[in-house]
């Protein structure tokens, strides 16, 4: 059966049972990342030490992370970490097509993990004896019997279950953002087909299953992109990749996705040791790049925006001392506090007050210092920004009061 019709037959299965394996909504107490690492011999520890990297990115941002380590990362645990999931993070080994191996795309085991068969084998990454390709068919849930034993023993239980509007990011996984295997210089290149292919197909099963945008980077800048994407639900995933560490404008080159309404974006660029310093595809994404966090709730955390519990001076306050250093205090952790969304001005001229703005993350308190005293006898306004948000993107609304000096 040709490629395409294959496709779209899995694509019209998945629709009948969208009601049974409908993604999990988002937890309303806050957004979750999960961060896998599946086996990789001796490369295992360091792609630990990049996942907790990633872990303490997304921690910093206010969300639940959920780990699922080798040698401890079979089926079963990584099904539980992913389950209701925001953002979805996978370093291991990658495992797609078209590949060097053979003529025919294996969906029980391409564009999927490779996780732990077991929890006894440490690290072990023999593809015959410790590690499980969980490919396509793993994620969508629907092996059969026509697929591998392998598959059908340790990657059986499917689908994945992350919330709606997830995202998806491959780290250093093979054929993920394009590239493929080459260990001794003479091995073929890849080609701008082969790489959008792959892209193609590792990107469909989870864009299939409700994501909202594909990240795939060998440019060891995951942490990065968790934070972008959380510290920034309001710019959308396009902004998000262009500021990868190895995007490259000229190089990139875009096109449709043929199996579903999605971009697919790739470019062939180099990394320095890697390749033999010659180029090739090392970032990509896959989804429509003009959607935002804030557009499919990624980031939201409960459906309550934040409100202000405590002004200093009090509203309508007189008698105030010209040192006075007016602060504000929300009911929740917030962003986007600065000196030009939490401002002062003089109400006698209109103008704002030169100061700065000091953010306490502990206390949620925001506090205007002026540059110099205020004057005496004079009426000033605190003003706060509609755009300043809380860690799930919720908008604060404009807020303002009033406060007169002493004389």
Same mark, same amino acid.
């Given at each position: ?11 019209? /299965?998945?629709?009948?049972? *969208? ?15 999960? /961060? ?15 996942? #907790? ?92 019997? +026509? ?38 210089? +003479? ?25 909202? *945008? ?36 000229? *190089? ?5 996705? %043929? ?6 974006? &790739? ?11 010659? *180029? #090739? ?5 896959? $989804?429509? %790049?003009?959607?935002?966090? #804030? ?37 929740? %952790? &917030?962003?986007? &506090? ?15 007050? %030169?100061?700065? &703005? ?10 205007? /210092? ?11 306004? /605190? ?6 948000? #809380? ?5 604060? $609304?404009?807020? +303002? ?7």
């Amino acid at each position: 059966m040709p490629f395409r019709t294959t496709r779209l037959l899995v694509a019209a /299965v998945l629709a009948l049972t *969208a009601v049974a394996h409908a993604p999990a909504p988002a937890s309303a107490a806050g957004p979750k990342v999960a /961060v896998i690492v599946g086996p990789t011999g001796s490369l295992t520890d360091t792609y630990r030490s990049r996942a #907790d990297q990633v872990a303490a990115e997304a921690a910093a941002e206010g969300a639940t992370v959920a780990k699922a380590y080798s040698p401890y990362a079979t089926w079963a645990n990584v099904l539980q970490a992913v389950e209701g999931a925001n953002v979805i993070v996978y370093f291991g080994h990658g495992n797609g097509f078209p590949n060097p191996y053979g003529s025919t795309e294996l969906r029980d085991r391409h564009n999927g993990w490779g996780l732990n068969r077991t929890t006894t084998n440490g690290d072990g990454d023999s593809w015959s004896s410790t590690l499980a390709y969980c490919g396509e068919n793993a994620l969508l849930g629907t092996l059969s019997a +026509s697929d591998g034993l392998t598959q059908r023993q340790y990657c059986s239980g499917g689908p994945i279950r992350p919330a709606s509007g997830f995202v998806m990011i491959y780290a250093q996984a093979h054929y993920a953002p394009g590239f493929g295997e080459r260990y001794v210089q +003479s091995d073929p290149l890849t080609s701008y087909q082969q790489a959008r292919q792959r892209v193609r197909n590792y990107s469909y099963p989870v864009l299939r299953l409700g994501a909202s *945008a594909f990240f795939a980077t060998a440019y060891s800048d995951a942490h990065r992109l968790v934070e972008r994407l959380l510290a920034n639900p309001d710019r959308n995933f396009g902004w998000a990749f262009k500021r990868g560490a190895g995007y490259d404008s000229d *190089a990139l080159r875009r096109s449709s996705h %043929p199996d579903l309404d999605a971009s697919i974006w &790739v470019q062939k660029t180099v990394i320095p040791g890697f390749h033999f310093g010659q *180029a #090739d595809y090392w970032y990509a994404f896959a $989804g429509k %790049p003009g959607r935002s966090p #804030d557009d499919v709730g990624l980031t939201a955390r409960s459906d309550s925006p934040p409100t202000v519990t405590g002004k200093n001076p009090a509203p309508g306050k007189t008698g105030i001392a010209t040192g006075a250093r007016p602060y504000a205090v929300f009911s929740e %952790p &917030v962003r986007y &506090v600065n000196a030009k969304s939490v401002t002062l001005v003089d109400t006698s001229t209109g103008d704002l007050v %030169p100061a700065s &703005v000091r953010y306490d993350a502990d206390a949620y308190l925001a506090r205007i /210092v002026p540059d110099r005293d205020l004057k005496a006898g004079t009426r000033y306004r /605190v003003k706060l920004a509609g755009w300043i948000r #809380d860690m799930g993107g919720n908008r604060l $609304g404009s807020q +303002s009061w009033k406060f007169k000096t002493r004389r």
